[in-house]
């Protein structure tokens, strides 16, 4: 465990389906993010919370729907969403997010979220 | 727009041999350059951070090396072993920093043949 907890670990959903995954850290972090990782893609950024105001929204389709109560926990919700919405998607967390070109800030990734859109 | 390529996709090779591992991107312009391993079915754990003022850094049996005038950089596993097995990926830290400047490669799936 890295610290960072994501759920469910696999979810199988239908186009007109209203979902969520959630994503968990106590590891003391301000800053959380999730990530979509598509196969045979780069790692691409959705969206960046720091202290639970969203910073970062990387064009994403609004059919994906961040939600940030507190600095712990990070929420997606989904809806309406389309096969090439297929993918893993991954949470992580950092204690800001700023540089992390001294080490000191670093990212944990939770373990992902497994999506199969029918 | 900042691109980060891999080379190769995939290799497998037998336990015990020295590899490398490419990473190249195409703007200079970065703070620092990390590596990552993703396991099937995990998250991503980085194993080595080098910063733009430093030409290397090791952990264990890696070496990560950065040439960042010409864009590239290696991963160097000595003595290869089964547990070496995984995806590795290159993420660059350019333009504003932090996640939002993080530019990922696509990985390279690695397979150590015991």
């Known amino acids: 465990e890295t610290g960072v907890t994501q759920t469910p670990r696999h979810l199988v959903m239908g186009m007109t389906n209203k979902k969520s995954l959630k994503c968990e850290q106590h590891?003391?972090?301000?800053?959380m993010y999730w990530y979509k990782q598509s196969a045979k893609k780069p790692l691409e950024l959705m969206f960046v919370?720091?202290?639970?105001?969203?910073?970062e929204n990387n064009s994403v389709p609004s059919r994906f729907s961040p939600e940030c109560p507190n600095s712990s926990h990070l929420f997606l919700h989904l809806h309406t969403l389309q096969p090439e919405d297929s993918a893993l998607y991954l949470c992580?967390?950092?204690?800001?997010?700023?540089?992390?070109?001294?080490?000191?800030?670093?990212?944990?990734f939770g373990a992902g979220s497994r999506l199969t859109v029918l | 727009k900042q691109e980060v390529t891999q080379i190769p996709a995939a290799l497998s090779v037998p336990e015990g041999e020295n590899l490398v591992l490419n990473c190249s991107f195409t703007?200079?312009?970065?703070?620092?350059l990390q590596w990552f391993r993703q396991d099937p079915g995990k998250g991503l754990t980085s194993l080595l951070l080098i910063q733009s003022s430093q030409r290397e850094q090791t952990s264990g049996r890696l070496n990560a090396s950065l040439d960042k005038s010409s864009g590239r950089s290696t991963l160097y596993i000595a003595a290869s072993q089964p547990g070496d097995s995984a995806t590795y990926l290159c993420a660059v830290e350019a333009s504003g920093g932090g996640a939002d400047g993080l530019t990922f490669g696509k990985g390279t799936h690695l397979i150590i043949q015991p």
């Open positions: 703007d200079s312009a970065i703070y620092n």
């Open positions: 590891l003391g972090h301000n800053a």
């Open positions: 992580a967390s950092s204690p800001s997010s700023g540089l992390f070109y001294s080490g000191a800030n670093v990212l944990t």
């Open positions: 919370y720091n202290f639970k105001e969203q910073t």
